[in-house]
């Protein structure tokens, strides 16, 4: 049904019509032993989960609503990059079957015209210094129009149809997904971080420019230098002290 061009990627997929979250099934195959490369999909969600406790709104049909669950032999320290991984991938498709410019978000959200129309949950298992698993979740606005963005994030949060004016079909971009996840995911562990980390450069968003950086403990302005090894996020205040960021918010707007 999927008619996936994959080796790895999908080999198991579970595709359900409504669940809470894919990410909470996801840890549950986990658990059960599900192997590396299980795709998890919804055509809807009714507790979506975003970043930082937030929810993520995920209507029934509009969207990519998926988690991936991968086994990497790496150490945790590198599990953020294979988030910036999954955030090149969904910039290049964009770009690559639309008119449209994507941007990337340090460290994963996806813009087109300023506006978010993606966002990834990366959530990690880890013992020592060993990733058990990691669960990778990609949701995707595709088929919203402009009155099925809830009204209070109408102003920073988009679809693929909405930018680029035409109806996307979900299925196919999921395969397409997959298929570049897959390929880049194995290039990575053939050579490296390197040339993830220049395409995401390549589409990253503010980089070389001043913006608003804040943490729970603190806010300021900072010029974003680029993207360490690590999955880092390179920043440089007023007084030329550069910091590496593993976890914080990059406030756009007037910058
Ligand atoms: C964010 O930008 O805050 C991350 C959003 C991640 C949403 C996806 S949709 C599929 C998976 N299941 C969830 O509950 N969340 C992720």
Known sequence: ??????????????????????????????????????????????????????????????????????????????????????????????????????????????????KKISGILTEM???????????????????????EIPEEIRHKASSLKIESNKTWEVQTVIQHILRLFEQTYDQYLDSGFEHVKSIWEHYGYRIGEEVKISTMKRSWKAFLVGIEPDGALLARDDSGNEEKLYSAEIHWGEG
């Open 1 to 114: 049904q999927w008619g996936l061009e994959t080796s790895w990627i999908g080999k198991e997929l579970h595709h359900y019509d409504q669940v809470e979250s894919t990410q909470a099934i996801a840890h549950r195959m986990a658990k059960q032993g599900k192997p590396h490369g299980t795709v998890i999909v919804a055509d809807e969600q009714v507790k979506g989960k975003g970043r930082m406790s937030r929810p993520w709104h995920s209507p029934k049909g509009k969207g990519i609503w998926m988690s991936l669950l991968l086994r990497p032999e790496l150490a945790p320290i590198q599990a953020p990059q294979l988030t910036l991984l999954a955030a090149t991938v969904l910039a290049e498709l964009i770009s690559h079957y639309s008119e449209l410019d994507p941007k990337i978000k340090w460290p994963n959200d996806i813009l087109v015209n300023h």
């Open 125 to 147: 298992q880890a013992e020592q210094d060993q990733i058990q698993y990691v669960v990778l979740g990609i949701g995707i606005n595709v088929n919203q129009e402009e009155d």
